[in-house]
């Protein structure tokens, strides 16, 4: 095997249309955000002979605590069990042949750590959470990173039933808020692929920040990731015909007599929907805008032919008193199941990991995670 750097946009997403466990981190405009921001990327394939096997994004992070290279939801490989395009059915085979494309693929990035000068590298990896995956990187001289980049255990729900179906799967009580919310003639939802737009979301997603204890994202970052995957023009319409399917974001707000109570950023990408920004007001506690609001996100995700909707991150199982336990119950009850992935791992090339490592470790304390 041997990596080779990819520099043509068609040939990285057509590859990850024939990988079935993927997230929008690994797609193309996910690197064109990284660049954005101002960080040095790499999008590295591995090749068996002249076949691509796998892929990574991988991006040079600069820190306070230090520099480090990061891979977000990754590598994706051919070779992993259910794809349909693997020829690799055999368990041990599959096994093997992850181990072989891992120890490829580290043998470069320790290569890219020498020359930037990281102290380590992190990988959040989109392998199943088992044993024999969790082995692989321990085979390998990775430990479990202190904290971690992106979600390690997201809540997925199947879209393609119909819609009363759909609507069947989920908790009572969340159906019958959504029934109530669509009889109510004060709410309002609105679909926009505006930039513009962010701005409103960020002043509701300050509130949120403040009630669920977490680290925001700047304004400055939220906008440059929604202008990285909304091509079409700013002023272009979402609606479920070919007139706004291009755009790969879009902003939903939720209004109830004329204001804003809940928003939310999604990504559509390769026929899922990723729930990857949200932001919510308590002020009228009792109007299930929310709600509404992400079964109106749901029924475009459909009409766009997405057959997924990723809610992204919920807490651990078992996890009362987490910062996230309140979103998680709001999350689970609309229906699907839970994905858990391998936790992040660390490679530590040089002493400098381990105050970064310190650092980490009690910022995730303080934050309860």
């Not at 255990?153 to 989920?170: F, K, N, Q």
């Not at 440059?224 to 706004?244: H, I, N």
């Not at 766009?304 to 336990?325: L, Q």
């Not at 400098?352 to 304390?365: N, S, T, V």
Request: charged share 25%.
């Amino acid at each position: 095997m041997k990596t080779e750097e990819i520099t043509n946009k068609e040939k990285w997403e057509n590859f990850l249309s024939h990988i079935d466990e993927k997230t929008f981190l690994n797609s193309w405009n996910w690197g064109e955000f990284q660049l954005k921001m101002g960080d040095k990327i790499w999008r590295l394939g591995i090749f068996d002979g002249g076949d691509l096997v796998a892929i990574a994004l991988v991006v040079r992070v600069k820190a306070k605590r230090g520099t480090f290279l990061f891979v977000p939801h990754g590598p994706t490989m051919l070779c992993i069990a259910g794809n349909p395009k693997s020829e690799i059915r055999n368990p041990k085979q599959i096994q093997n042949s992850k181990s072989q494309i891992l120890n490829t693929f580290l043998n470069e990035l320790k290569n890219i750590a020498k020359k930037e000068g990281a102290s380590f590298i992190r990988i959040a990896p989109i392998l199943e959470r088992n044993g024999e995956n969790e082995k692989i990187f321990r085979e390998l001289g990775f430990r479990t990173a202190p904290m971690h980049m992106h979600p390690e255990v997201t809540w997925e729900l199947d879209i393609t039933p119909s819609e009363d179906r759909l609507l069947a799967g989920m908790r009572k009580t969340t159906r019958y808020l959504i029934r109530q919310a669509v009889k109510n003639k004060d709410i309002e939802i609105i679909k926009s692929c505006n930039v513009e737009d962010v701005d409103k979301f960020y002043n509701l997603h300050k509130e949120t920040v403040g009630r669920h204890n977490f680290t925001p994202f700047s304004l400055e970052y939220i906008k440059r990731e929604f202008e990285s995957f909304a091509p079409r023009p700013p002023d272009a319409e979402l609606s479920g015909d070919a007139g706004g399917l291009d755009n790969e974001i879009a902003v939903f707000h939720g209004k109830y007599r004329g204001e804003l109570i809940a928003s939310a950023i999604i990504v559509f990408w390769q026929g899922a929907a990723y729930y990857h920004h949200g932001a919510t007001s308590l002020k009228y506690p009792k109007i299930p805008v929310a709600h509404l609001l992400q079964w109106e996100i749901i029924k475009e995700a459909k009409r766009r032919g997405c057959e997924k909707y990723n809610f992204w991150g919920i807490a651990p199982d078992g996890a009362k008193n987490h910062p996230w336990a309140g979103l998680t119950l709001f999350k689970t009850g609309f229906g699907g199941e839970q994905k858990g992935y391998v936790k992040t791992q660390d490679l530590p090339l040089s002493w400098a990991y381990w105050p970064a490592a310190i650092f980490e470790a009690f910022r995730r304390k303080k934050r309860g995670l």
